[in-house]
Each structure stands twice: as C-alpha cells, then as structure tokens.
C-alpha cells in the first residue's frame, strides 16, 4: 500500500528522494574509492618485496595515536643530507641483513635531439634488484657492480616513450645528462597493472649511485636506505638492530626505521582519515534528504487528512496509520539509497575508467546503506506518521 | 436485547472559553434489524449522533451500550477500531472514496485492516450486489455519482457489518441515483442489516420505519 502510494506520485517521490540519492551515492562513491586506494596501497607496499626495511632520513613518528601533527621538523624528511653511505656499509654488516642499497635522487633531465624527458632519477646501487621486486626489466640488464664508473642508466619506459618516439629497442643509445653521455643498458617493463603508485616504475630511472653522487656537487644526498632482510630471519628482530646501529652515528635519532606493515600502516591511516572526511561531508545531504522527506510526509499527511479518517473508520487502528506512514517514509528513503548505489557504480566506474584508482564498492558499504537509509526513513518519517496516527477520525473526515 | 442503547448522551465542543452543545441528554434504543431515520435541520446535533453511534467520536457525558456491552472513555483505541471494523459500515454523503484507488481495491481496503480472508471474492461478491460487477477496475474519476456511492456501500457492507450507518447518502446526487441508493438501502435492511440513515429530507425519512427527530441537539 506504501508504495502503490509512491508510484502514484512518481515525480514527487523523485524529487523527495533527491537527496538521499545524491547523499547514498557519493558516500558509497567515497567509500569505494577510499577502499580501491587501500588496494592500491598495499599492492604498491607489497610491490616492494618481502621482508624489507626502509630507513627514512628524518624522526618520523610511526604508530598509533600519533597526529600528524607530531610529524617534526618537515624539511628533515627530503633533506639528502642525514644518511651517509657509511649507513649503508655499516647496516651491511649486520646479521641477517640480506642486501642494501641507497637510494640517492639527483634532479635533472635527460635529452635526445632536443627532446627532454624528466624522470625521477635515481642512484642506486645493483643490489635493490633484492629489494625491489617491483623492477622487470623488459630488455638489457641492470646496473651491475662493474658499472660503477660507467655512465650507463636504466630507463623508465615514460622516458622511452619521450626521447624516442615508439620506438621500442633502444639498448645502446645514448642520452644527455647535463654535459656527460649517458648509455642505456636496459629498459624497465612498463607496470602490468595500473595503480597510482606503480607510476613509480614507469617514471623511474635509475644510474649507478657513484655516477649519482658527481651530479650533486660530491654530496651523497642519500634519501633512504632500503633493505632486504633475510627469509630466515624475522624483520622486528633486525629493526631494533639497525636503529642500534645508526644509532652509533647519529645520536639525535634523525632518521626513522620503517618496515612495509608500518608503511602500510601508515599509508591505510591516511586514506582512512580522508576517506572518513570526505564521506562525511558528504553525508551532510542525508541528513538534508531526510528532512526533505520530512517535509514531504507532512505535506502529505495534511493532504491525506480525508483518507486517514476514512481508514479509521472503517477499521483502522492508529497503530495501523503509523505503521502506513512510517513504511511509506522508510521506503521512499530505501527506493532513494537502491537508486543512490546505483548511482555509486556508475560513478565508481567512470572513477575507474579515468584514473588509476580501481574503486570497489563493497557488500558492507551497500548493507551500511541500506541501514542508514532504513534510520534516516524513520527518523524523519516517524514525527509525521504520529501526526497522522493522532487524526481524529471525525475531524479528518470533516476536512475539507 | 437492544442492538444499541443511548442513555443522557451529551455531547458538549469546547472552544476556548466558548461551549457548544452539539447533543443534549439523548436516550435511544436501536432494536436489530431496524430502519432508523434520523432527521433534522444542519446543525442540529445529527451527524454527531451518528459519529457517536458509529465510535467514530465519544460522549462528554452519558453511556452507550453495544449489545449491551458499555462503551466507555477507557475502552481503547484498539477495541473501538475493532467494533468499527466488525459492527459497522459507515456511507458518507461526499463518498470518502481514495482518489487513485480502482473500484475493487476501494471495496478490498476494510478487509486488509480486518485481516480478512478471501479479501477479493468478498470485495468481488458485495460489489456484484450493489450492481458494479462491470465497473470493478474503475477508478472514483471514471464513475459516476450513483456509481461512486455503490461502491462506498459496497466497501461499507464487505466486512458484512450488523449496521450500516448512511450519512446524507443521497446529498450530492441527482434524485434518479439517490432513488437508486435508498432502494439498495431498503433492500438491505429487508436482509436482515439495521439501517440508520442521517437526513433532512422528510421524503427520504418517510421510508424508514422509525425517524427520530433533532434539534439543537435535542429530541423533538
């Protein structure tokens, strides 16, 4: 009966469900973006390999309850100037250290007959091939030891695409960083899955960190430290190792020790906030939606006056017209969120299709919903479903 | 046993400081299967009467037997839709039929709050009665004015009430069709149904076998 009363006044049901489907849409639109950036997170953490440990040039506060607030002094976090690579040697030593590498970034760009091309350059050393799992070199090979005092460089596919058209072999070319030649020995697979982060590896290239250090004035603007632990070892055991060790030569505790849970950790608290944020802006328009119906019931109460003492008298409790009232709110609200998450894969799809991010929405973000919904259709239903219980049968049939 | 019993039923408005008297001190006795008119002029306290009858509205003061059960102010809500359902039909003079609603579903409606079965033979059956079989999936907008207060008689009798309660039935159609629903009205109460039918018209009065009079709330 509450919907054949819905279907009757199709337009206004629409418009009164306008703001739960816009509220119910984007909410779930946010949700699964936030979900599909979580994804997106930890495949790009567990890109990195297993067992692996990075250590950050500046005191970074990892952990729970921590602001980001509490994040010190910003400027440690890019300065290249905290780890040495007498870090990197020392950390080396250690037992059940796997491999090491620093990782050093040098500004600049390459050129080709004119044609430019800036990629993150960096300087590493051959062993991140342990550390990074992410790199899949399409042709060639990688920075091996013996590279040391060459100009060789590994290219990212974006700076292929670049400097070289479509061409898609391009060993053995050589490239122009500021005045020294540079000769590509290998060129890095093109990410397989798309994801916001693996971008990383298409803008990559990477050089022999002693060739690195000439382009930086001798500094060795090390960022971080990535290692690998071995397999046979537990990474919380090595940690408290390493940072013992830096420790010795850095007694400010300048730099920070980070495993990929705490990375993941800290990267899921973020989206998390924004997420949480966003959709609750977002859910502002429920609340208006719920109002909106509100105000729909109680014009309809009022038009219906006639019918409610009708009903009453031919039988109807005032339990029954509640009851009539309050599902007619609760299912306009519910119709509102069906259409709402409809909404939301269409939005999600075009989110998908458009960017990077593979947004997903989830069957507890359709249950919460349709629960929200079901709260907000008696919450704001619940006011005109008594006004109309409370009729008095004779004054309603009287109404004119 | 008196179907129904009035006894010094008063039924006083109050606005602000300002009292109406609707009813004074009624005492009536409706026996089964009677056909009862009630007459006066507008405003002289009959469709009050009728509402207080049908449970519709209470005393101010006075009592009301059902058979012979007291109809009081504590009587809940509950009890009273319940006796509305099961003891009366009411007929309205502007037909109260729900705009949108097609013929059958109007007739359906009692039966739903009833928690009746066979819902659409009933609905199908006292329809075919009052002569609407062809007209069951009409809406108010395409029947006529007899053919609207048929189908209120119909939706009246589907819960197969002891009483039917007509309130100026005939008021707003023209005098072919109100001849039309008063012979529908004989002709239940030749059944076996008690028939209480509000008027001011004598012509129509005449036809009951018992009219009680009113005005300004009294018994003339």
């Known amino acids: 009966m509450a919907l054949y009363s819905i279907w009757n006044n199709k337009a206004r049901s629409f418009l009164t469900m306008l703001g739960v489907i816009i509220g119910i849409a984007s909410v779930a639109t946010l949700m699964a973006i936030g979900e599909g950036l979580k994804q997106d997170v930890s495949k790009t953490v567990k890109d990195l390999g297993s067992n692996i440990v990075i250590v950050l040039s500046g005191d970074i506060p990892i952990g729970e309850g921590q602001g980001m607030t509490s994040m010190g002094n910003p400027a440690s976090l890019i300065s290249g100037d905290i780890l040495k690579y007498q870090d990197v040697e020392e950390i080396r030593k250690i037992e059940g250290v796997e491999a090491v590498s620093p990782m050093a970034m040098v500004p600049g760009s390459f050129k080709k007959d004119g044609k430019v091309s800036t990629p993150i350059i960096a300087g590493l050393e051959p062993s991140i091939r342990k550390i990074m799992t992410g790199f899949k070199l399409s042709r060639g090979r990688f920075i091996e030891d013996t590279d040391k005092d060459k100009n ?12 070289f058209d479509d061409r898609e072999d391009i060993l053995g070319e050589k490239i122009m960083f500021d005045k020294t030649e540079f000769e590509i020995i290998g060129q890095l697979s093109p990410p397989t899955s798309s994801s916001l982060f693996s971008s990383d590896f298409e803008t990559l290239s990477a050089i022999p960190f002693q060739q690195a250090k000439k382009f930086t004035q001798n500094q060795e603007k090390i960022l971080r430290i990535g290692i690998k632990v071995n397999d046979s070892y537990k990474v919380d055991d090595i940690v408290p190792k390493i940072k013992e060790n830096m420790l010795l030569r850095h007694p400010k505790e300048d730099f920070t020790v980070v495993t990929q849970e705490d990375l993941l950790g800290m990267l899921n608290t973020i989206v998390n906030l924004l997420t949480t944020a966003v959709a609750a802006i977002a859910s502002i328009s429920l609340i208006v939606g719920g109002i909106g119906i509100m105000n729909i019931m109680l014009v309809s109460v009022t038009e219906r006056t006639r019918e409610i003492g009708l009903r009453k008298a031919v039988g109807a409790t005032s339990g029954a017209i509640l009851w009539q009232f309050l599902i007619e709110a609760v299912a306009i609200s519910l119709l509102g969120g069906t259409i709402g998450i409809l909404f939301s894969f269409l939005g999600t799809s075009i989110v998908a299709a458009k960017t990077a991010i593979k947004p997903e929405v ?3 973000a359709i249950l919460l919903a349709a629960g929200v919904c079901i709260g907000v259709g008696i919450i704001f239903g619940l006011a ?12 309603a049939l009287r109404y004119e | 046993m008196n179907l129904i019993k009035l006894q010094n039923v008063s039924k006083i408005y109050q606005h602000g400081k300002l009292e109406m008297v609707a009813l004074k001190d009624i005492t009536i006795t409706v026996q089964k299967g009677q056909f009862l008119a009630i007459m006066g002029p507008s405003g002289s306290g009959k469709s009050t009467l009728m509402h207080i009858i049908g449970l519709l509205d209470r005393p101010t003061s006075g009592s009301y037997f059902l058979e012979g059960k007291e109809i009081s102010l504590r009587t809940s809500d509950k009890v009273l839709a319940r006796l509305r359902q099961e003891k009366f039909g009411f007929v309205f003079q502007t037909f109260n039929l729900l705009p949108r609603l097609r013929a059958l579903d109007q007739v359906i409606l009692p039966t739903i709050y009833a928690r009746a079965k066979n819902r659409w033979q009933k609905a199908e059956k006292v329809l075919e009665k009052v002569g609407l079989k062809e007209r069951i999936n009409h809406c108010p907008s395409e029947l006529s004015g ?4 048929r189908v209120a008689i119909a939706r009246a009798l589907v819960n197969s ?3 039917i309660l007509a309130d100026e039935p005939t008021g707003n159609l023209d005098s072919k069709s109100g001849e039309e629903i008063l012979k529908i009205l004989i002709e239940l109460n030749k059944e076996g149904k008690t028939v209480i039918l509000v008027t001011h018209d004598p012509n129509l009065a005449n036809q009951a076998e018992r009219i009680i009079k009113l005005k300004d709330g009294r018994i003339v």
């Open chain 1, 384 to 395: 005109p479903a008594i006004r109309a219980a409370r009729k008095d049968p004779i004054e």
């Open chain 1, 362 to 364: 989830t069957l507890s």
């Open chain 2, 161 to 163: 009430p002891e009483i």
């Open chain 2, 146 to 149: 007899g053919e609207q207060q």
């Open chain 1, 152 to 163: 060789v460089v590994v290219v990212g596919d974006k700076v292929r695409k670049q400097l």
